[in-house]
């Protein structure tokens, strides 16, 4: 099955600094790639996708492009704000229909002190 | 278009006494999903439906887990008899069928077991 490994938080930044979240996943075949965001007390919601090699994706600023060679997603901002605050998660999904699933890692929480 | 719907929000409950939790998906995601998080780490997935069809349920506890999807829309995951561990957030997600579409979640169900 698929897995997924991500940096390890928690990642402590000021307003307007680089951030980078990285992202590396075992997989079968060629997954898409996601990432999902969880505000505090909230549900996931997705950030950004990429559906195949070489795509980017992006969001509200933020971006990630798939990797087929090194099997990442590095997830990229060039100037948090403290509203970016929250756990981020990356998760392939599988490609056969019947059986794709996302499979989650363990999150990376970000915190932006202004 | 309306969201993933979920109730309750909150749930307090005693160890060895059972409890419900239900989803209303998107309309129209024939693919739906249960899934585990246990605070400060990633969602695990419970089981999936497909339609009125269970895909994958291997990693529900079938000895006190149990779910069922209706006529392919509602589902209802119950939990009989809880036990301290699975106090958690229970998250119900909707997605089209096929690997490039992400899931929409609920806001999901916090459950605490005293």
């Known amino acids: 099955g698929n897995s997924v490994t991500q940096m390890e938080g928690p990642v402590t930044l000021s307003e307007e600094a680089f951030l980078t979240i990285n992202c590396t996943y075992t997989?079968?075949?060629?997954?898409?790639l996601f990432w999902y965001v969880q505000y505090p007390g909230e549900g996931l919601q997705l950030l950004l996708k990429a559906t195949k090699a070489d795509d980017k994706g992006s969001n509200k600023g933020f971006e990630a492009t798939y990797r087929k060679e090194t099997t990442s997603f590095h997830l990229e901002k060039g100037s948090v704000q403290v509203s970016d605050s929250a756990v981020y998660f990356c998760a392939p999904k599988g490609v056969r229909t019947s059986g794709s699933r996302l499979t989650f890692g363990e999150g990376t929480q970000l915190t932006v002190n202004p | 278009e309306a969201g993933v719907a979920q109730s309750p929000r909150y749930k307090i409950i005693e160890k060895r006494q059972s409890v419900a939790f239900w989803c209303n998906p998107i309309?129209?995601?024939?693919?739906l999903y249960w899934y585990q998080q246990i605070l400060g780490q990633g969602p695990k997935l419970l089981i999936q439906f497909q339609n009125n069809g269970v895909v994958d349920d291997s990693q529900l506890p079938k000895d006190r887990f149990s779910a069922e999807r209706l006529k392919g829309v509602d589902s209802t995951l119950k939990i009989q008899p809880a036990k301290l561990e699975d106090s958690a957030v229970y998250l119900c997600?909707?997605?089209?069928?096929?690997?490039?579409?992400?899931?929409?979640f609920g806001s999901g169900t916090r459950l605490t077991v005293v």
């Open positions: 309309s129209g995601h024939a693919t």
């Open positions: 997600a909707s997605s089209l069928a096929g690997s490039n579409y992400g899931y929409t």
């Open positions: 997989a079968t075949g060629y997954p898409s």
